[in-house]
């Protein structure tokens, strides 16, 4: 029998690789002076699109949450996402999935501010004096709010 917390761990261990690596201007962040003029070479499409992935793992991850939850320990290995039916925003998916699983709903309205931010810096080309700082907050929180996701399901299933 396959473990449904693997899946949703690994699935963590992606987004805080993944938001680390973006908020540290697309390096480990090893030198800290580099990332930092990295940070602030990014152009406002890439911040946009980096955010946009992020916003797309966390929501295979409350959607594999949602199924879990729903399936227990018999969930077993993903099945995949089915197009017809994939959910493209974590807000949308938090909508959907958050009181099942006991998510808290305030959560819904700050991933629907950062996916709007994310449309302004992918269509909108724009990026204010502080975007590398306000890109770092949108990363640490889409890792916050994944290691959410996880707590709950393991809350829930003991």
Not at 64 to 87: K, T, Y
Request: proline share 3%; aromatic share 4%; charged share 25%.
């Amino acid at each position: 029998m396959i473990d449904p917390h693997a899946a949703l761990t690994g699935q963590l261990d992606r987004i805080e690789r993944a938001a680390a690596f973006l908020a540290n201007g697309m390096s480990l962040g090893q030198c800290p002076d580099a990332a930092m003029q990295r940070r602030g070479a990014m152009p406002a499409r890439l911040i946009g699109n980096g955010l946009r992935e992020l916003d797309l793992f966390l929501t295979d991850m409350i959607v594999e949450a949602q199924r879990i939850d729903r399936l227990g320990a018999e969930a077993g290995a993903d099945p995949g996402v089915h197009p017809g039916r994939r959910i493209f925003s974590a807000a949308e998916a938090w909508r959907r999935a958050g009181k099942q699983l006991g998510l808290a709903g305030i959560e819904r309205g700050r991933l629907r501010m950062m996916r709007a931010a994310q449309n302004r810096h992918c269509y909108g080309g724009l990026r204010d004096g502080d975007g590398g700082a306000a890109m770092q907050a949108a990363c640490a929180d889409y890792a916050r709010l994944a290691g959410d996701v996880l707590a709950a399901v393991r809350g829930k299933m003991g």
